[in-house]
């Protein structure tokens, strides 16, 4: 069974950079897409970005020009890089993992594994 295992969030000033990191262990994932969503106190679960095993990557509209997706297949593991961040992306950083066929999903409920999360927070 996969077990995906998040890290890297952290407390940074509005405009600042962090880089998350979601270690995937376990069956050979490397064939399905993966993705990052994230959730706010007091709002829905939000998709934030995803990439197919083959590399072809999705953003929602507020990410683009400023987080960046990327996988190690070596190191099995998935990245979420984000720059000049703000206090609206402030939440708990999820990764998951896609097992539906086609490009990767928009929507949380083809995410079949998911990782226990790690918190940014986004001072202004």
């Known amino acids: 069974q996969v077990q995906l295992v998040e890290s890297g969030g952290g407390s940074v000033q509005s405009g600042g950079s962090l880089r998350l990191s979601c270690a995937a262990s376990?069956?050979?994932?490397?064939?399905?897409?993966m993705g990052w969503f994230r959730q706010a106190p007091g709002k829905e679960r939000e998709w934030v970005s995803c990439?197919?095993?083959?590399?072809?990557?999705k953003y929602t509209d507020s990410a683009k020009g400023r987080f960046t997706i990327s996988q190690d297949s070596a190191k099995n593991t998935l990245y979420l890089q984000m720059n000049s961040l703000e206090p609206g992306d402030a939440a708990m950083y999820y990764c998951?993992?896609?097992?539906?066929?086609?490009?990767?999903?928009?929507?949380?409920?083809?995410?079949?594994?998911w990782g226990q999360g790690t918190q940014v927070t986004v001072s202004s």
């Open positions: 998951a993992l896609d097992t539906s066929p086609g490009p990767c999903s928009t929507y949380h409920g083809y995410y079949n594994v």
């Open positions: 376990g069956n050979d994932e490397s064939s399905f897409s």
């Open positions: 990439i197919t095993s083959d590399g072809k990557t």
